[in-house]
């Protein structure tokens, strides 16, 4: 910590020569990891999983801590045609103070521009731009003594940072996988995971093809795993097998239990009133309604507003509210303050407000 | 001559300047559609181009106590300056480069080392300047407040000093420019809120101490530990590097809307205005310049003034492809487009300095006048001025869907 304290002193003192830039922007050309002003990352390889699936290992620059909770994902942001593309990936790597690295594991969609760039087209040696992890779906610690991971395609990838976490811990409690892809081809981590079951005597697999076997029917989880209602559940995967078992466990009264990750935002706050916004600098002006975010708002009125993975999870579409108030969806909670910073991307307005860009 | 109507003045018909605005609206898509590596390699390179130039001429400044180290020291520290305000600053803060979503390269957050903070510029240039190009009384660039531009602009014996003022302007640059979005004139006579005076008297006050700080203080102290006979020859090297920046920018800049051809318009121009004849209005407002690749780099692509009044927000490396396109719909329309050497713009627009120091009845012009009455040059505020729907070339929806 002394060090980082040095450090950020040796900044200040630094930007004192290089103002209005940052001593970072100087050092960063001759290495572009050496720069804490925006995180970023060096790729260093892409290991095929499946076909159509590869975990990229990345190099983080300055200001990255290898403190990630197992199950927490980052944002990654990568050129393509010139252009920064924002999203969030899972951390398959267990979180080791001593790493040089982490990796993420994507699988392309066929709808998924970047995904299909990551898993194919990523040179090592490509700089890109790293949020912090974040997501409340993670390993406690310790760890309860029975727990079940109802994973689906590519929601392994977190399930998979808890697993080698408790595997390199070596302290596996009683942890029952059901694991869905629908080939064998197509599942990632087969062998690894399948190695991790014959390693540890505690860690039971299923393995469900649902192209051959059909899709996992809840009321058979009785017979699968007939004490899933003793253990803390860990879910993720596609959103429709996410709805049913969220239902599943609500009509069990065991919600508290569950644990589920979701892909896709889901707003659970009321929305706003809506209201005029005003961008400061182009005195640009819009009407937004209660649901309209404030950043669709503001490309509507052709501004040119930063954004990144419009799930409220990178930050880089954050603004400061110049005053008036906005809502974030997320929550419900109210920003009012002048000069408090807002994301963009998750916030509606209440009533008129301004914004400094 | 100031114009009320722009239609009336070119001859067109009403549907023919629609139909102009709709050929320009193509090739701003064209441009926007096209944008990719290439474009986003030309900022990447600048930007380094012009890191490692300021980083020569700081080190190269070590030695400054001897003089040929002094000269190339502030001779490379003078042109990143340059490249910094002008291809670099000026067009990251237009939002030319916003659409790589590169946090470190957007408007929102880009700070230029210059004296007047970003915020405030983007207010006075982006908005006040590029909305309300040369309509006397609302367009603040009209002689920064301090020249007396056009003819219709009111004399005052106070103008007789305005070859010294323009001198003055020149070397002072960055300074006059950090105090442009202050609006003097609203402040003498007590129209301006004082809330929003003492905001923008603190973040003048931190950057003008962050300027001077880091060229005048602690640089020169740096290079004193290599011999103290640095630290004065620094200082100076700086502001020499500094007087550089000044006087080429001021050059360029009086170039964009002063030479002869470049026309001013009235606020009756302002009622109900579309966006063609927005565009059309920029367009004879603006001048060009010539010269060579490096001379338009060097200038923020300020030669292609027309087309960055056009689309203030396209990259900049663009415009000499859209010049070609934009000449040749002047030419179709039989529109005026303004340019010549370098050397004949600017010496236009100090003619015009000098001439109108004097009152209209002794010097000459080649325009019927008058025109219109010599107008009151008193500034508008924000809110005497209309509300405007477009910026930075682009338009607010209330007016896509009036045109739809």
């Known amino acids: 910590m002394a060090a980082t304290k040095t450090l950020t002193l040796a900044r200040r003192a630094g930007a004192r020569l290089t103002t209005p830039l940052h001593p970072d922007d100087y050092l960063s050309m001759i290495n572009p990891l050496w720069s804490a002003r925006e995180l970023r990352g060096r790729i260093e390889k892409v290991i095929p999983e499946t076909e159509d699936a590869a975990t990229v290992v990345i190099r983080p620059g300055w200001g990255w801590h290898y403190e990630h909770r197992p199950g927490q994902y980052v944002g990654i942001g990568v050129q393509v045609d010139g252009k920064f593309h924002w999203r969030s990936y899972s951390v398959s790597t267990p979180p080791k103070r001593s790493g040089r690295t982490i990796a993420i594991t994507v699988r392309a969609m066929p709808e998924g521009f970047l995904s299909k760039h990551l898993v194919g087209g990523l040179e090592p040696g490509t700089i890109v731009r790293l949020a912090l992890p974040a997501g409340e779906f993670v390993l406690p610690s310790p760890p309860p003594a029975k727990m079940l991971m109802l994973v689906g395609g590519s929601g392994i990838t977190p399930v998979m940072s808890m697993l080698r976490t408790l595997d390199r811990r070596d302290t596996m409690p009683d942890v029952v996988v059901h694991y869905s892809s629908t080939t064998e081809e197509r599942m990632i981590f087969r062998d690894e995971i399948v190695a991790l079951a014959e390693k540890h005597p505690t860690l039971t697999l299923h393995r469900l093809h649902t192209d051959h076997d059909g899709m996992l029917e809840l009321a058979d989880l009785d017979r699968i795993v007939p004490d899933w209602r003793d253990r803390e559940t860990w879910a993720c995967g596609p959103a429709p097998m996410l709805d049913a078992i969220e239902e599943h466990w609500e009509d069990a009264s065991l919600s508290d239990q569950l644990h589920l990750e979701r892909f896709s935002l889901k707003f659970d706050g009321d929305g706003g009133e809506g209201g005029t916004l005003t961008f400061q600098n182009s005195n640009k002006t819009i009407e937004a309604d209660g649901a309209t975010t404030v950043l669709e708002a503001g490309e509507e009125a052709g501004v040119g507003m930063p954004y990144g993975c419009r799930a409220g999870i990178c930050h880089t579409c954050t603004l400061t509210l110049v005053e008036g108030t906005v809502r974030d969806l997320r929550n419900g909670e109210e920003y009012s303050n002048p000069n408090d910073r807002v994301q963009t991307c998750v916030t509606v307005p209440v009533g008129p407000c301004t914004l400094a860009i | ?404």
């Open chain 2, 1 to 404: 001559m100031a114009i009320s109507d722009v239609k009336e003045y070119t001859h067109l018909t009403a549907e023919e300047v629609e139909q102009l605005g709709r050929e320009l609206d193509a090739i701003r898509r064209e441009v926007e559609e096209s944008r990719g590596d290439d474009d986003a390699a030309y900022i990447n390179r600048l930007i380094k181009i012009q890191r490692s130039l300021a980083v020569a001429g700081r080190v190269t400044l070590f030695a400054s106590r001897f003089p040929p180290a002094w000269a190339a020291g502030a001779a490379m520290l003078g042109v990143a300056k340059i490249l910094e305000n002008m291809e670099i600053g000026h067009n990251v803060m237009h939002g030319q480069w916003d659409w790589m979503n590169d946090p470190e390269i957007h408007s929102s957050n880009w700070e230029w080392d210059t004296a007047q903070p970003a915020e405030q510029w983007k207010h006075s240039h982006n908005y006040i300047h590029h909305q309300f190009t040369n309509v006397l009384g609302f367009d603040n660039d009209i002689g920064y407040g301090i020249l007396r531009m056009a003819r219709e602009q009111k004399w005052h014996p106070v103008y007789l000093g305005q070859p010294v003022y323009n001198a003055l302007l020149a070397t002072l640059f960055q300074w006059g420019v950090a105090l442009h979005d202050l609006d003097l004139e609203a402040i003498r006579k007590r129209e301006k809120d004082p809330k929003v005076l003492a905001k923008q008297l603190r973040q003048i006050r931190r950057k003008i101490s962050r300027q001077i700080g880091k060229d005048y203080v602690f640089f020169p102290l740096l290079t004193g530990l290599a011999g103290p006979g640095n630290i004065v020859p620094t200082m100076t090297a700086n502001a020499t590097a500094n007087l550089m920046r000044n006087l080429w920018s001021y050059m360029i800049i009086f170039c964009g809307h002063f030479p002869d051809g470049a026309l001013h318009f009235t606020e009756e121009e302002l009622e109900d205005e579309t966006r063609a004849e927005w565009y059309l209005r920029q367009m004879l407002g603006s001048a060009n310049f010539e010269g060579g690749r490096l001379l338009h780099v060097m200038s923020g692509s300020l030669g292609y003034q027309i087309e960055h009044h056009l689309f203030p927000d396209l990259p900049s490396n663009r415009y000499p492809q859209i010049s070609v396109r934009v000449r040749e719909l002047a030419a179709k329309y039989d529109i005026p487009y303004t340019t010549g050497p370098l050397h004949r713009q600017y010496g236009q627009a100090l003619r015009t300095i000098m001439k109108l120091s004097l009152p209209n009845r002794f010097t000459s012009s080649d325009q019927p006048e008058p025109p219109t009455p010599p107008v009151d040059r008193r500034r508008r505020t924000d809110a005497e001025r209309p509300t405007r729907m477009v910026e930075t070339g682009g338009w607010s929806s209330r007016a896509a869907a009036s045109t739809a």
